[in-house]
C-alpha cells in the first residue's frame, strides 16, 4: 500500500508526500534509494532535506546513482547546489569515508570557476585524525586526473607534492605562480640534494625569464640567494647566465663566496690541529702506560687461594711465554690493589663468565701452553729459551688476547663481580662438599643422658 502511495504522488509530482511516506519508520530503505532518482529530479531541496534528516540511516554512496542524475542537468549559476551542500554535510558532519563520495565531491569542486573550495577540500586531511588512517579518502590519481582535465592548476600542484612528486609540483608551479614554486621547493625538508635540485630548478626560471636591463636582472638575481637560506651560492648559479655577463657583475658576491670557503678552511685546520693533538697525547698517554708500575708487599696475599703473591716454585706456573721474576709464579696487579696469581685468575674468570668465554679464554691457554713447551723442547729443554717465545709475534698475540679476556678489569671491583649475584652459592659441582655439612638425625634408640656436676 506504501509502494503505491509513493508511486501515485512521485507521478503526480508531489515530492513532498512522497517523501513524508519515505521517512516513516516502518518504510523499509531499499524505498528511498530506489526512488532518490525520481525525487531529487521533482524537488532537490526537499530530497535533500529529507537525506539529512536521515543521518547515519542512509548510505550516501548508494545514493551515488540519484546525486548522478541531478548532477548531469544544467544548474544556474546562483542556485544552490544541493548534491555539494549534502555531499558536505556527508564529509564534514557525518565524518564519512567513503572513497566516492569523497571523489564525487571532488568532481563538482573541480568544475567551479572558483578554486578557492576545491584547494580547501585539498588541504583538509579528513582522516588526520586516526591512527594508521589515511590523511585522505579520495584517490589522488583519480584526483589529478580531473584537475588537469578542468585547468586547475593549483590544485594539481598541491596534488603532486601530497604524492611526494616534488620535481613535478615544482615545475607545474613555475608555470602558474613564482611565489607558489617557491613554497614547494621549501617543503622538502629530510632530503637536502632534492631540496637544492628544486631551488637551482626554480634560480633556472627566474634567471630566464628576466628581461629587464642586464645589470638589474643579475641584482634579482643575487637577491634571490638571500631566499634559499644559503642553500645556493653565486657558483651553483653561474651555469644559468649568459656567456658573455662580464664576471665584474658578480665580483661582490664572489668576494663573499670566497670569503665564506676561506673560514670553512681555517675551520677544518683548526679541527686537524685538535685531532693531531689529540693523537699526540693518547700516543704519550700509551708510551707512559708502558712505564707504568706498581710496589708489591712481600705479604701481599692472592685474591682467590689467600697465598702470597711472591709465590716461589713452579704451583702456580703457567707458561714460560708470562712475564715472570726468576721462577715466581706469573701474577697480575690492578690499579685498585687486587692481586692474583694468573692460574687462580684464570680459574676464577672462567668459574664466573658465560661458558662460550671461558672455552675461549681456556683455549688461548691452552695454546700457549702447548707454544711454551714446545720453545721449551727446540732449545734442549733447559727452559731458557723465554726471550726468544717472548720475542715471537704469535705468542705476544695470543698473550694479549689471554690478558684482555681475564685482566681486561678486576674481578672483584669489575661487571664480573656484579654478575656473581646471580650465581648461588653452592655450585652443582660442590655437591659433594654440600653433602659433607649435613646433619645427619641420630638414631632414636640412643639416648642422651644429662651430665650433672657436683660441686
Request: with cysteine; proline share 4%; hydrophobic share 40%.
Amino acid at each position: 500500500m506504501k509502494l503505491w502511495f509513493i508511486i501515485t504522488f512521485s507521478q503526480q509530482g508531489e515530492a513532498r508526500k512522497a517523501l513524508e511516506v519515505l521517512q516513516r519508520h516502518n518504510v523499509p530503505v531499499d524505498l528511498v534509494y530506489k526512488f532518490a532518482p525520481d525525487l531529487i529530479m521533482l524537488d532537490a531541496y526537499e530530497t535533500v532535506e529529507s537525506w539529512m534528516m536521515a543521518r547515519n540511516k542512509l548510505n550516501p554512496g548508494k545514493l551515488i546513482p540519484a546525486m548522478m542524475r541531478y548532477v548531469s542537468e544544467p544548474h544556474a549559476k546562483n542556485e544552490t547546489h544541493e548534491v555539494i551542500k549534502y555531499l558536505e554535510f556527508c564529509v564534514k558532519d557525518l565524518n564519512n569515508e567513503d572513497p566516492g563520495v569523497h571523489n564525487l565531491l571532488l568532481s563538482l569542486y573541480s568544475k567551479k570557476a572558483d578554486e578557492s573550495q576545491l584547494l580547501q577540500f585539498l588541504d583538509t586531511k579528513f582522516g588526520s585524525g586516526q591512527a594508521n588512517g589515511p590523511e585522505f579518502f579520495y584517490e589522488p590519481q583519480y584526483a589529478l586526473r580531473l584537475c588537469l582535465q578542468a585547468k586547475r592548476m593549483r590544485a594539481c600542484v598541491r596534488i603532486y607534492s601530497m604524492m611526494s612528486m616534488h620535481e613535478e609540483a615544482v615545475a607545474l608551479a613555475l608555470r602558474v605562480d613564482l611565489e607558489l614554486a617557491k613554497a614547494e621547493a621549501d617543503k622538502v625538508e629530510d632530503d637536502e640534494e632534492l631540496r637544492k635540485k628544486l631551488w637551482l630548478k626554480v634560480a633556472k626560471h627566474v634567471i630566464e625569464q628576466e628581461k629587464g636591463v642586464k645589470r638589474e636582472n643579475i641584482k634579482k638575481a643575487i637577491e634571490f640567494l638571500s631566499e634559499t637560506n644559503n642553500l645556493l651560492k653565486i657558483e651553483d648559479i653561474l651555469p644559468f647566465f649568459p656567456d658573455f655577463v662580464l664576471i665584474d657583475d658578480f665580483k661582490e658576491e664572489i668576494c663573499k663566496s670566497l670569503k665564506d670557503y676561506n673560514s670553512q678552511i681555517e675551520q677544518l685546520k683548526a679541527e686537524m690541529d685538535d685531532a693531531t693533538r689529540g693523537a699526540d697525547n693518547i700516543r704519550s698517554d700509551i708510551g707512559a702506560l708502558a712505564q707504568r708500575f706498581t710496589v708489591i708487599d712481600r705479604e701481599e696475599e692472592c685474591g682467590v687461594c689467600r697465598r702470597k703473591i711472591l709465590t716461589v716454585g713452579g704451583l702456580h706456573q703457567v707458561g714460560r711465554s708470562y712475564t715472570s721474576v726468576g721462577h715466581m709464579a706469573p701474577f697480575y696487579v690492578f690499579p685498585c690493589g687486587h692481586a692474583f696469581h694468573a692460574n687462580c685468575l684464570i680459574a676464577h674468570v672462567t668459574r664466573c663468565t658465560s661458558q662460550v668465554q671461558a672455552a675461549r679464554i681456556l683455549n688461548l691457554q691452552k695454546q700457549l701452553s702447548l707454544m711454551d713447551r714446545k720453545a721449551a723442547k727446540d732449545n734442549g729443554g733447559t727452559g731458557n729459551g723465554e726471550s726468544t717465545v717472548s720475542s715471537a709475534p704469535t705468542v705476544d698475540k695470543l698473550r694479549s688476547q689471554l690478558d684482555d679476556a681475564v685482566a681486561s678489569e678486576c674481578p672483584f671491583c669489575g661487571d664480573l663481580m656484579i654478575k656473581e649475584i646471580s650465581l648461588p652459592f653452592i655450585l652443582p659441582g660442590e655437591s659433594v662438599e654440600k653433602a659433607s655439612w649435613e646433619i645427619k638425625p641420630q638414631p632414636a634408640s640412643q639416648k642422651i643422658l644429662p651430665m650433672t656436676m657436683s660441686i
